[in-house]
């Protein structure tokens, strides 16, 4: 059974940073797509970033733009989100999510596209 590993969420200050990371348990996902989602109390679950092993590109959601950074290391089979300039909207559970097969851009959002999930790592920010 394939597993995701999240660590790094925890409590920050507004205007601060954290850095996320996703471990993948193998590189099961190495030629397919690795993704955060956030999902906040009573809010659907909300794409944030992800990285396409294929081709290296990485695509983000409009709410973060500017603000985080996702890179990765497919020979660790991790990626890494950095969030710089945190707002108490970001406070969320973030989770890492993947998928083993190619995708193209379009599909790259909806969650559902996802077969594998992590459990999750929180965030929060104080204002």
């Known amino acids: 059974q394939e597993q995701l590993i999240e660590s790094g969420g925890g409590l920050v200050q507004a205007g601060g940073s954290l850095r996320l990371s996703c471990r993948a348990s193998s590189d099961t996902f190495s030629r397919g797509v690795m993704a955060w989602f956030r999902q906040a109390p009573g809010k659907e679950r909300e794409f944030v970033a992800c990285i396409r092993w294929s081709d290296r590109s990485t695509y983000y959601g409009d709410s973060i733009k500017g603000r985080f950074t996702l890179s990765g290391n497919n020979a660790k089979n991790t990626m890494y989100l950095q969030m710089n300039s945190l707002e108490p909207e970001d406070a969320a559970v973030y989770y890492c999510?993947?998928?083993?097969?190619?995708?193209?851009?379009?599909?790259?959002?909806?969650?559902?596209?996802?077969?594998?999930w992590g459990q999750g790592t929180q965030v929060s920010v104080s204002s």
């Open positions: 999510a993947a998928r083993i097969n190619r995708m193209v851009v379009t599909g790259l959002r909806p969650p559902e596209n996802y077969n594998y």
